[in-house]
C-alpha cells in the first residue's frame, strides 16, 4: 500500500482544490446580492427565484450536466459566440469546468448566506441605514460580519461540494490530463481498470479532507454559537 501511494499521481487533487477555489470565488459574489435580495423581499417572485436557486439540488446531476453540455455545446449560440468570438473552449476545458461548477454549487452558497441574512435582527440594518451607510455598505461592514457562522458554512461547504463533484464535471469536460481530470474522476477510471488500491488510496483521502472540512466548520459554529451565549 505504501509503495502505491508514492506512485499515485495527486495532479486530480490539485486540479479539484484549483477548480473548488475558482468556483468558490465567483459563487460568493454571484450568490451575495442573490441571497441578501432573497432575505429582504417580500415579492411574489420570491419562492421562483428560490426554486430555481436550489434546482442542482434535486436534479439529478446527469441531467444538468446534459443541459449545460449542450448549451457549451459549438453548435449552441452561447458556445459558439465564447468560441468564435472570445476564443473561449467551453467544452473539455477548465473554464468550462468552472463554469459548470458555478451552476451546480449555487444553492450551497445561496442557502447559508440567505439564512444568516434572515437571522439578522431588523434593528441592526435599521441602525447600519441610519448612521449613513448604504446597501452595500450594510452588507459588507454589518451583514457579513454578524453572520459569520453562515458565511463560514457556505465558504466551506461549496468548496467541499465542488471538490466532489462528479457527475456534471465528466459530462461538460470528460478526462484530460492536466485540464479536467478532477479527483472524482480519476477515482471512477480507476474502478473502471478494477485497479481498487489507487481507488482506496483516492476515496481514503476524499473522506479524509471531507471529514476534517466539515469538523472545522462545526468547532467554529459551536465556538460562535458559546460566545453569543456569554
Request: some cysteine; overall charge neutral.
Amino acid at each position: 500500500m505504501f509503495e502505491k501511494l508514492m506512485q499515485i499521481d495527486f495532479e486530480p487533487f490539485l486540479l479539484s482544490f484549483k477548480l473548488a477555489f475558482f468556483t468558490t470565488v465567483i459563487l460568493f459574489f454571484i450568490a451575495l446580492p442573490l441571497s441578501w435580495y432573497l432575505s429582504q423581499t417580500k415579492s411574489k417572485i420570491k419562492p421562483y427565484l428560490e426554486a430555481i436557486s436550489s434546482l442542482p439540488i434535486v436534479l439529478p446531476p446527469s441531467v444538468l450536466g446534459f443541459y449545460i453540455l449542450w448549451a457549451f455545446s459549438p453548435n449552441s449560440a452561447l458556445g459558439s459566440f465564447f468560441e468564435e468570438t472570445l476564443g473561449v473552449k467551453l467544452v473539455f476545458s477548465f473554464v468550462g469546468l468552472v463554469v459548470a461548477s458555478c451552476f451546480y454549487s449555487l444553492p450551497f452558497m445561496v442557502q447559508p448566506l440567505q439564512s444568516g441574512f434572515e437571522s439578522l435582527g431588523k434593528n441592526i440594518l435599521e441602525a447600519s441605514y441610519l448612521s449613513g451607510k448604504n446597501k452595500i455598505q450594510t452588507i459588507f461592514f454589518v451583514a457579513l460580519p454578524n453572520i459569520k457562522p453562515s458565511l463560514l458554512t457556505a465558504l466551506i461547504v461549496t468548496f467541499a461540494h465542488t471538490v466532489g463533484e462528479f457527475g456534471v464535471v465528466l459530462m461538460v469536460g470528460g478526462s484530460i490530463n492536466s485540464q479536467t481530470k478532477v479527483a472524482s474522476v480519476a477515482i471512477y477510471e480507476m474502478v473502471e481498470i478494477m485497479d481498487y488500491e489507487s481507488a482506496h488510496i483516492y476515496s481514503i483521502i476524499m473522506v479524509l479532507l471531507s471529514f476534517f472540512i466539515l469538523v472545522c466548520v462545526y468547532i467554529f459554529n459551536q465556538k460562535e454559537k458559546t460566545k453569543r451565549m456569554i
